[in-house]
């Protein structure tokens, strides 16, 4: 394979190379209007996908949604990838010319809901998913891009594959190393990710935060009545609960860059029954994959120690995996001239009275508003610094791979919370997802034209980020996507979320339809 996309490389090569600095420029800014006439578009799928209100592995509406946009362009849909229903990968072709994957994620988060534009808490149907995480902007920002990016390379004949796809049930980063597995990257140049974020930035090198393995651990033991004859029983719950009283005193020894972290799935039906089955669900993170192997085996062992102390039997399924993400050079360097030239949004007096209002209703420590200064090119930590995950991790170890983080909301914030979902369907993040747009397709121009660029990303990816680690999956080929997951909660909700689905035939915007008045403040 790898022979066959250099061959056809070559010949973009000679085709390409005759495009001057000047005429390169000239593409860049004709596409940096067509991502701004895109503008309203733009809009549309962000709040679109906002009113959908969907968790990790229940994408449908949003798949749906997305995929008739992108047939209706002329992508070709491989829909149900890696056996997830909601999963897909469209791809178009324009001639010969480097294979460009442009993803984001599309899921929100449990007891999320939550008024766009309104500056407190103010759920649209209580106890229902909202998007407190911004992964309704993601898809529309690659999107945008891609449709202005057709025109350009169909207008300037430029050689290329631009694929796109969706991170599927990323907060359970329970699809990307799936992909992986499955080849669906193997025959990709790079890989250019988006992720929402509160300013228009890009880092290469090993990114802040974590990866980490998903593990469910289910005992079983004996029913029996748990007052005439409980010495007959033999309780699943006391060795769930046995085992997370081992890994807390593990805890203490644990290092401060390592976090794990718990809830009970199954914990019993009824006190006078004995429970005969509990599960108990861990995330355990930390920044390398030896690391995280050797905290999974240690709750191994716990586990097994649970199911010794109570006469129970343990058994364990990997639910999701996240590699700790390494971001390559050469995009990132390319991306950031890009970003310099984009620049952050211009915020309304509302925008910023909006973000002000949101950081003094969550005590945040950061009050100055929206981001109006941009971050710097993010340079290979000194000191590894511990947090999120994100399975793009996984991605990043297949191909030469860059998240570009867009401005579509508010500095300070604590993150999966009803307050991260305020600013999503407000101008705050559609002028973050247009700024993230022109950075995406302004970039894929420069590897398009430039195919030394591609040569040099790889050569990053093989003989610098490669040299050292070696990526193996923390899944195997048996290890089926938990696409299940979810399946309950969006059955309680979906029929009452479907009442605020938005109407853009009806509507110019969410806001309006919602009737709201931007901002309202308390
Ligand atoms: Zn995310």
Redesign the pocket.
Known sequence: MIAITFALFVTTVHAQQKLSKRQIEKIKTEILNKVQDRHKNTQVMVDKIFSFAELGFQEYESSAYLTKILEEAGFTIEKGISGIPTAWMARWSFGEGPVIALGS?VDCIPKASQYPGVAYHKPMVEGAPGHG?G?NSGIPVVITAALALQEQMKNNDLGGTLIIWPGIA?ELVASKAWYVRDGYFDDIDLCIFT?VSNNLSVSYGQARGTGLISVEYTFQGEAAHSAGAPWRGRSALDAAELMNVGWNYKREHLHPLKRSHSIFIDAGDQPNVVPSKASIWYYFRDITYDGIMKMYNDANNIAAGAALMTDTKVSSKVLGTAWPRHFNKVIAETMFENIQKVGLPTWSEADQQLAKAVQKEVNSNNQEGLSTKLSDLGRPLKNPVSGGS?DIGDISWAVPTVTLRFPSNIPGLQGHHWSNAITMATPIAHKGATAGAKVVATTVIDFLTKPQLIVQAKDYFKNVQSKEVQYQPMITEKDPPPKYLNEGIMKEFRSELEKFYYDETKYDSYLEQLNIQYPTLK
């Open positions: 994620d995480e992964h990323e992720h994100d």
